[in-house]
């Protein structure tokens, strides 16, 4: 396995397929209705062969050197999917999947796989903003009686909130990249410029508000 590629590296793979999208002037609406610089999918990742590759390794060799007695990684649904199913491979460790809500029909499951109680797993997500829907996951795998050790994702928003929320739930992660490295890499390529840079440092601090 190769070693893990570097943040700006990522960040700078998520600008050139544009998974990531910065847009200081002509701030993104999210369903939340937060005005946004900024519109992450990760998933995007999953059509470019090489880069899927990157960064499936990247987390492999994170979460290896992170979490070295992980026993199964569990993916988050549904972006987590795909991503937790290819470092499980790269890892050689079994696969699962976690759902929001349990199935409305058949078995009702929530979980997608088969671990046996007390199984020590890691928490595979695509992106991180608040951490609310992760760690929901987290909490509904440690109720079903899985050991979870920690939670990897590939970019996070870098809110204080997230920090803050991870700690209250008692719940080590880790992104491979995050927003600051993130604008650094786009000033530094031309995707941005200079002068937009403090209005995308402005809104991590403080998104709710940002725009309005």
Known sequence: ??????????????????????????PF?????????????????????????DIKNALAAKIKEV????????????????????VADALELPAAYVRPEPKSHGRQNQLEGDLAHGTKVVVLEDLIST????????????QMGLEVIGLAAIFT???PLAEENFKNANCLW???????????T??????????????????RKA????GV
């Open 1 to 26: 396995m190769q070693e893990s590629i570097d943040a700006a590296k990522i960040a700078e793979y998520l600008l050139q397929i544009k998974a990531i999208k910065l847009q200081p002037n002509t």
């Open 174 to 184: 880790f992104a491979l990249s995050d927003y600051n490295t993130l604008i650094d």
């Open 207 to 210: 998104p709710a508000t940002w």
């Open 157 to 159: 928003y870098g809110f």
């Open 186 to 203: 786009a000033i530094k390529t031309g995707y941005v410029a200079q002068e937009d840079a403090s209005k995308l440092a402005e809104w």
């Open 67 to 86: 979490y070295p007695d992980a026993e199964a990684i569990v993916g988050v649904a549904t972006a987590g999917i795909p991503q937790g199913a290819l």
């Open 131 to 142: 951490g609310k829907s992760s760690l929901k996951a987290v909490e509904v795998l440690r």
């Open 29 to 53: 609406t999210w369903a939340s209705g937060w005005k946004s610089p900024i519109y992450c999918d990760n998933r995007i990742s999953l059509s470019y062969p090489a880069i899927r590759k």
